[in-house]
């Protein structure tokens, strides 16, 4: 994902940047019958935003957004389940993220590679936020 520069008015000095970068999965994904039968590789990037004042303040995990947690909810729903689709799997990830509450905003892109012949993957990307409390 490409890393847009921030200028001096919009930088918030509480709001942290979780990057999961690469994270490599198998999973059953798509409508043909070899796709059907076997696991294919996925490759999942994330962009995780939270205002992280206490955490910075405290130094205590227990005020910290816990990424490995996410992370571990991720592998599990991805590899434990079957997609027919890219979005809908796109969608789900989005989803256990944003099921945490600090979470204000974040963005998700699935790469699936060699779905296209000539392409290196094609991936979808989709993005949610939310206003903080």
């Known amino acids: 994902m490409p890393l ?3 200028d001096d008015q919009h930088f918030d000095h509480d709001l942290a940047t979780i990057r999961i970068k690469n994270l490599r999965l198998r999973t059953y994904i798509g409508i043909k019958e070899e796709e059907i039968k076997n696991r294919q590789d996925v490759v999942i ?10 955490a910075v303040a405290f130094n205590h995990i227990e005020q910290a957004l816990n990424y490995r947690t996410i992370t571990k909810q991720v592998i599990a729903h991805v ?7 890219l979005e809908r799997m796109t969608r789900e ?3 256990l993220i944003m099921a945490h ?3 204000l905003t974040a963005q998700v892109e ?3 590679p060699h779905a296209l012949r000539f392409a290196d993957s094609v991936s979808i ?4 936020s939310r206003q903080p409390r």
Do not use: G, M
Not at 79 to 85: A, G, S, Y
Not at 125 to 128: A, K, M, P, V
């Open 4 to 6: 847009h520069a921030i």
């Open 93 to 95: 990830v989005l989803d």
């Open 101 to 103: 509450e600090q979470v």
């Open 125 to 128: 990307t989709l993005s949610e």
């Open 79 to 85: 590899e434990e389940n079957r997609f027919l689709l």
């Open 45 to 54: 990037n994330a962009v995780i935003r939270y205002r992280a004042d206490k």
């Open 110 to 112: 699935i790469d699936k």
